[in-house]
Structures are given as C-alpha cells and as structure tokens.
C-alpha cells in the first residue's frame, strides 16, 4: 500500500518502517520517502549517500573557483577592495597579492575532481560501503563509528588549520594589519585551534561515548543532519560577528572599515575642521568641545588614544601632531561606513551613504545572520513536522506541503 508520509519520523534508528532492510530502490514504497526528500533516500545507502555529498562538495568548490575568477576578472587595483563589492578577494589579500588567479584555477580544478568522484559513487560506485570497503562503512546507530568518523573530521579540521600556520610562518606570511612585517596575531588562534581538533579526534577515535552521552544523543541520520545543521548555525552567527566587529581577521583596508571605526573617523574628522576655524577643543565648551567629538570615561573625563585627557596627555596631540594621512583615512572611512549612518557627506543630511556605497561587511554580516537563522528553521522542521495534517492532506498538494515542511 502506498502512503504519502514518511513514518521514519517516528523512529529514532534508521530502518526501513516495513521492518525490512531491502535496498532494492530508491523510491517512496522501498525506502519511505518520495522523490522531493533528496538524499533522505539513500539513507541507507552508504555508497550512493558519499556520492551525494562528494557531488555537493564539488558544487561548493566550484562556486568558490567561479566567483573568484568573476571577481578578479572585474577588479581595478586602483579602487579600494571593499568599493568594488568583493566578497572573496578581500579574504585572498590577507594571505598574498598573487594568489588570486592561482586559487581560483585551483577551486576549478578541484571542483572537477570532486564532481567527477561524486558521479562515480552515485552511478558506477557500489550501493554500499560496508562489503566492499569495510572501513569506510557505517551503520547510523553504531555509537562508536559515529564518534570514530567524527574523530576523523576533527584531526582534518586541524590539520587544515595548521596549513594555515605554515603558510604563515615559513611560505611567505600573511598580512597583520596592525604590524607589517611582524606579529601574526590570528597566526597562534589556529595553532591553539588546530592543536585542540587534533587532540579531539584522537580522543573520539580512542575513545567509546560516555554513558550520559548514549542517552543524552539521539543517534540516527536525522539527529545527525539536525546536530550538523545546528553547528553550521552556530558558525554563521559566529561568522556574523566577526566580519562585522573584527578588523583584524577582517582589515578595514580590504573589508572597509568597521563601525566603531567610521565613527571615531567621523568624529575626528570634524574635530580638525573645528580646530582649524579656530575652536580651542581642548577647553571650550558647547557644541565645539571636545566632548563632542571623543568618548568620556566613567567619572566623566575624556578619553583620547586609550588614556584620561589631562594636562600633557595626548590632547597636545589632537591639536598639534595631527597627521595628512590620518586625515586622508579619517575621511575615507566616515564615507565608507558599514552601516550607512545618516550624515551629510555622501549627499543631502537625509541620505544615508548606503545610497551608493554598501559595505561588504554588511553583506557578510547580514547573509551570515540570516543563514544561521535559516538552519535553525530547518533543523525545527526536521523535529517536529505537522504529520497528522500530512496523512489528511491529498496527493496532489503533499508534494508543496513538504518542500516547506520538510
């Protein structure tokens, strides 16, 4: 008897809901879902589901190889990176000027590798791993394969980790925007970074789950999707706040600058045009202070380079060794804001500078937190789906109802 829901949903191991372990298809009477639930169907086909996910593999690197070779294509090294709308370049910048053109062929080539692999396993490659390839085969309730391969993807992720380290300290460095030429301050995160995955996957492979572990996890494919998609949440708000407050990682000279920076830019900006009408910002008060312009610690006195502002302290240096080029940056920055403050610079005081100008750190940050929002939608929707209304509905609108509630 055919049936338009999958009652996989109830179990939390993956057998088939017929009591049988028959891999005779892929389609909805012998695995329990329809076409439009994607790799859902090779669930229990490990060969086919590796294929699925090389192929997918190959997808991303393609995308990364493409929109690289897009933006080099349109680049003009005259213009700064962050007013040409680069995503991607801004990131390769950080480790060299050369590489721009090498990764992308890289990325392509990569890609092709990938996609051809993928379309070995899902049309040439065995069904499944298990008799073929022992090692590399798996069953979703086995506890301790599970923690077995996610050992495996811990020590890869530290080892990725390292090469940064390597290309930072022996093939050719990386750019540190607060010393050239010196300290690497994100070099010795992905020592500490990488030497933990290292140390973790060893210990998943080493060890078996504890036993709160075994009760607390749900071990099945779903869960395992649901903990992955929950992860790649945490990494999209992660991502979201980095771009968007750290200019290290992020230089402002590639990314543009941050907002707390294009405000201080701004308001020193106007405190050397009120400096050289002639306003003493040091001592006056009112709407020319120095208040105006810097912030004030908590017992109310002005803070300037990170000290209290008193007599002989840096606010000699706001009126007197003021550089041309902190005045050129200054400006570039106020223009440039991340977040398109209102202000009167780019146009009239209504229009905000986001009118011709948009920063890649909003476009970052904002892509990042919606995505992340995004997972968690779908890892809800994998949980807990309206079922009862699914067996209710007719076979003409099942296939709609589940391409929103998967």
């Known amino acids: 008897m055919k049936i338009l829901y999958s009652l996989r949903r109830f179990y939390h191991v993956e057998t088939l809901f017929n009591g049988t372990l028959a891999l005779a298809g892929r389609d909805q009477e012998t695995t329990g879902f329809a076409w439009w639930a994607g790799n859902a169907r090779l669930i229990n086909l490990s060969g086919k589901l590796l294929g699925a996910h090389v192929a997918h593999a190959g997808l991303i690197v393609f995308w990364a190889g493409a929109m690289n070779l897009f933006e080099v294509a349109h680049f003009v090294p005259e213009k700064p990176m962050y007013e040409q709308g680069l995503i991607l370049l801004p990131h390769l910048a950080t480790l060299d000027t050369f590489p721009y053109f090498v990764s992308g062929v890289l990325h392509l080539i990569s890609s092709a590798v990938l996609g051809f692999g993928g379309i070995y396993h899902a049309l040439l490659g065995p069904e499944t791993l298990e008799e073929s390839f022992p090692f590399f085969g798996y069953v979703w309730k086995d506890r301790n394969k599970m923690t077995t391969i996610l050992g495996i993807h811990l020590i890869l992720l530290g080892l990725g980790a390292f090469l940064l380290v390597f290309k930072a ?36 492979i080493l060890t078996k789950p504890f036993a709160w572990a075994r009760r607390a996890f749900v071990w099945s494919g ?11 949440a945490i990494f999209g708000f992660t991502a979201c706040c980095f771009v968007w407050f750290n200019n290290t990682a992020y230089p402002s000279e590639f990314y543009g ?14 405190l050397v045009r009120d400096q050289r009408l002639g306003a003493n910002v040091g001592s006056a008060q009112g709407p020319t202070g120095l208040g ?8 109310g006195e002005i803070i300037l380079e990170g000290k209290p502002c008193v007599l002989g302290s840096p606010c000699s240096l706001a009126e007197k060794d003021i550089q041309p080029w902190q005045e050129r940056r200054s400006a570039e920055y106020m223009t440039h804001a991340p977040l398109g403050s209102l202000n009167s610079v ?4 209504t229009e905000i500078n986001a009118v011709n100008y948009v920063s890649p750190r909003s476009w970052l940050a904002t892509s990042h937190f919606v995505l992340g929002f995004f997972f968690l939608w779908v890892i809800c ?12 509905l007719k076979k003409e609108s099942i296939v709609i109802w589940n391409l929103f509630f998967p």
């Open 169 to 204: 300290l022996y093939f050719g460095g990386v750019y540190d925007t607060w010393a050239p030429g010196g300290e690497i301050r994100y070099n010795w995160g992905h020592v500490w970074l990488g030497s933990i995955c290292i140390l973790g996957g060893i210990w998943h």
């Open 222 to 232: 779903e869960a395992y999707l649901s903990y992955s998609l929950g992860a790649l």
């Open 257 to 270: 600058p941050t907002g707390p920076e294009a405000s201080q830019a701004q308001a020193f900006t106007f």
């Open 292 to 299: 105006k312009y810097l912030m004030r610690s908590p017992t």
């Open 346 to 349: 780019g146009g009239v005081a």
């Open 381 to 392: 929707g994998m949980q807990e789906g309206p079922v009862q209304l699914q067996q209710d």
